[in-house]
């Protein structure tokens, strides 16, 4: 079983709003950060924005401007990217990602220090 599987990717339109779900299977799931990427063709993967394991803080890309926010239910073992206001640039994969860190640490947005990944879900958003 994968560690970690999102859903709720899709094609949208232009200010429409969407979540997406990552489902866990790693043990100890409230110890890990929990981040979001995505990746065009071309590019490389970008950091959306992750919380931490108490979902006491949370940060995001420059280029998210108050558009997004994250979320986890560590009782369920989810996490969750809520996106407002999409735009055509915000087409891409989207990532989950887990970081196993120290509670107090700074929430990272490099992916290199992420330990788990999903296999990523669409999301396509029309002009």
């Known amino acids: 079983q994968a560690p970690l599987v999102e859903s709720g990717g899709g094609l949208v339109h232009t200010g429409d709003s969407l979540t997406l779900t990552c489902a866990a299977s790693?043990?100890?799931?409230?110890?890990?950060?929990m981040g979001w990427f995505r990746q065009v063709p071309g590019k490389e993967r970008e950091f959306v924005g992750a919380?931490?394991?108490?979902?006491?803080?949370?940060e995001f890309g420059d280029f998210v401007k108050r558009r997004f926010s994250v979320s986890r239910d560590n009782s369920k073992n989810m996490a969750y990217l809520h996106m407002d206001m999409l735009k055509p640039e915000d087409t891409g994969v989207y990532y989950c990602?887990?970081?196993?860190?120290?509670?107090?640490?700074?929430?990272?947005?490099?992916?290199?220090?992420?330990?788990?990944w999903g296999q990523g879900t669409q999301v396509t958003v029309s002009s």
């Open positions: 990602a887990a970081d196993l860190r120290p509670a107090r640490s700074k929430i990272s947005s490099r992916a290199d220090d992420y330990d788990y």
């Open positions: 790693i043990r100890s799931f409230s110890a890990y950060f």
């Open positions: 919380i931490s394991t108490r979902a006491d803080k949370a």
